[in-house]
């Protein structure tokens, strides 16, 4: 063997998952590597994953790397497409609408952004499509994303002049001494991640008037260059808009508005408000099921991570505080054993699907509680993945009992039998404080984040076990739970304004232990950027029958049960 010094080669190798090796110039992008080669991809390319590492298609490769596509039908790759959708809008409605206020608000189940205004009255029919021809001359014209690294002071000092405040307060609290802006022909903004590099890219949009506002409409991962249906869910728009009356009367609409409160000293405030509202809202359903009268079993759904335990026992004592003695029933002691559980198509245990239950079981034993007899229900122990014996009860006459579970909306739970005597909810983290006006929070980071820290604390699972699994369980929520819920009689926002700052020291920690080059890890990183935007909270200022203690520990309710006689 021979070694000796010599001048770097002009040209590199880059080689892709399908065992293929390509040679290029040193400092080509990883966009002009993959343009060179046809690739063989079920939805169309807007990313790279280089060496490990999730990256823009504009990035320079200048060492022999390993590149793998990402595409529009990948998470990461949904969310680079749907972020540079989103400034396509912004910068195209800038242009019509210089005096206006675009606000990004929620995601719609069949794909796409809820968006208002301000400072302008409703869109018109003629104002919408003129927006969307705007958004397409744009994308004829293939222009370029252009990032740029600047100066923290320059960026505040650009969102001051531009008049976006919650961008300022945003960022005054940044420790990082400078920001990634992008610029899309003049409009120059802030957005939280990477982008595709021209406009051309974004081929696949629509814009659709509804509910005083409009959908940016963009097509789902599961088939990613078409439109899902555009679907009304009214029980979820107006659980939004509440919510977003909740966070003005806390004077906490964004992130910034968030960190300053904090900063302020005002965060034992802000907690006590944000429970008062949760309780006020529990109360009021337990008065709508005592008005009903007939209602003997009140059915709690939602996705994994959402507070269904906690809001199912908070909502008992409501009811008892009425007169009514209820029962609540965990769903999720009626897994089956481990070994008896389902695999998805990737051969993995699938917990999110309705067979991971004992649907016989929960059925009879449903029946045989409502007649007044006794019963030995089940408990299920999740470190041995296996049913155990649990508590004997008998409800008394007229007791009514609580099942929540993430399937309590599904029509193949219950016997039919019982379904006239149920009283439906649907329950969910609902987040509408967003980062900034542009800049949404998802919801589904706010469950992730509460699951990584509840799995670590209570499963003994690391973070990366739990991240690892999360792909499973959106594949369930979107097969079993989604569409289901809109049947809810009354949905419920699980969501805590000030939930973040307290989940961000618990949760990094657990995060910063993902080993990287990892497939968990490029997930690790884009939450621990995520949390960075939040100033901590101490969790000694939760209360104790707090939805968040189901998930950081110390719930005074956890165990809590409502014998029958």
């Known amino acids: 063997m021979t070694i000796k010094t010599t ?40 990313g790279a994953i280089i060496n490990g590492d999730l990256h823009e298609l504009t990035y320079v490769i200048t060492m ?5 596509p990402v595409t529009m039908a990948d998470a990461d790759g949904s969310r680079i497409y749907r972020r540079s959708l989103t400034f396509l809008l912004e910068a195209a409605f800038s242009a019509l609408f210089p005096k206006a206020i675009l606000l990004i608000d929620h995601s719609v189940a069949s794909g796409g952004y809820y968006c208002h205004v301000h400072g302008h009255d409703p869109l018109t ?89 409009f959908t940016l409409r963009f097509p789902r991962r599961q088939n990613p260059t078409a439109f ?39 965060a034992r405030e802000l907690i006590l408000v944000s429970e008062a509202l949760h309780e006020q809202h529990i109360a009021a359903l337990a008065s709508q099921i005592a008005e009903r009268g007939d209602a003997r079993l009140v059915l709690i759904a939602g996705p994994s991570s959402s507070g269904k335990t906690t809001f199912a026992r908070r909502l008992a004592v409501q009811l008892l505080a009425r007169g009514l003695s209820p029962f609540a029933l965990e769903m999720d002691n009626y897994f089956v054993d481990r070994d008896d ?27 045989i509680l409502l007649a007044g007899q006794e019963v030995q229900i089940p408990r299920y122990n999740f470190r041995l993945g296996k049913s155990e014996p649990g508590d004997v009860m008998r409800l008394r006459p007229g007791q009514l009992i609580i099942l929540e579970g993430i ?17 439906r909810l649907y329950a969910s983290a609902l987040t509408q404080l967003n980062l900034d006006r542009h800049n949404r929070v998802s919801t589904t980071d706010t469950r992730l984040i509460r699951r990584i820290v509840r799995d670590a604390r209570e ?77 901590p909270l101490e969790s000694d200022l939760v209360p104790d029958n707090s939805i968040l203690r189901e998930f950081i520990g110390g719930s005074i309710l956890k165990g809590f049960k409502v014998w029958g006689g």
């Open 7 to 46: 001048t770097p080669s002009t040209n590199i190798q880059v080689h892709l998952p399908d065992g293929r090796t390509l040679e290029g110039p040193r400092g080509a992008s990883a966009e002009a590597f993959l343009q060179a080669v046809q690739i063989d991809s079920p939805a169309p390319i807007v």
């Open 64 to 68: 022999e790397s390993r590149l793998e």
């Open 125 to 213: 029919e003629q104002e919408l499509a003129n927006l969307e021809t705007e958004m397409r001359r744009m994308l004829d014209a293939n222009l370029p994303f252009v990032r740029q690294e600047v100066t923290l002071a320059e960026a505040i000092a650009h969102f001051e002049a531009q008049g976006y405040q919650d961008k300022v307060r945003l960022f005054a609290h940044r420790r990082k001494p400078y920001v990634t802006l992008y610029r899309l022909g003049e409009h120059l903004d802030y957005h939280h991640g990477y982008m595709v590099p021209t406009t051309g890219y974004l081929k696949w949009f629509a814009l659709a008037g509804s509910n005083g506002g």
């Open 228 to 266: 899902s249906p555009l679907e009304d869910f009214p029980k979820l728009l107006a659980a939004f808009r509440q919510y977003g009356g909740w966070l003005e009367r806390l004077g906490t609409d964004s992130v910034g508005a968030l960190n300053d409160a904090i900063h302020a000293g005002r």
């Open 341 to 367: 559980t389902p695999k998805d198509e990737n051969g993995e245990f699938d917990f999110e699907t309705i067979e991971a239950l004992n649907l016989k079981l929960l059925g009879e034993q449903l029946e």
């Open 407 to 423: 399937h309590g909306l599904n029509p193949r739970l219950i016997p039919a039998s019982l379904a006239r005597q149920s009283f």
């Open 459 to 535: 499963r003994g699972y690391s973070a990366a076990q739990t991240i690892s699994r999360w792909e499973s369980v959106r594949r369930g929520e979107k097969r079993h739970i989604f569409p289901y819920q809109e049947n809810t009689d009354v949905m419920f926002n699980s969501a805590l304004a000030y939930e973040m700052s307290v989940l961000r020291p618990l949760a990094e920690p657990l995060l910063r232990q993902v080993a990287p080059h990892t497939p968990e890890f490029i997930e690790t990183k884009r939450l621990l950027a995520f949390l960075e935007w939040f100033l």
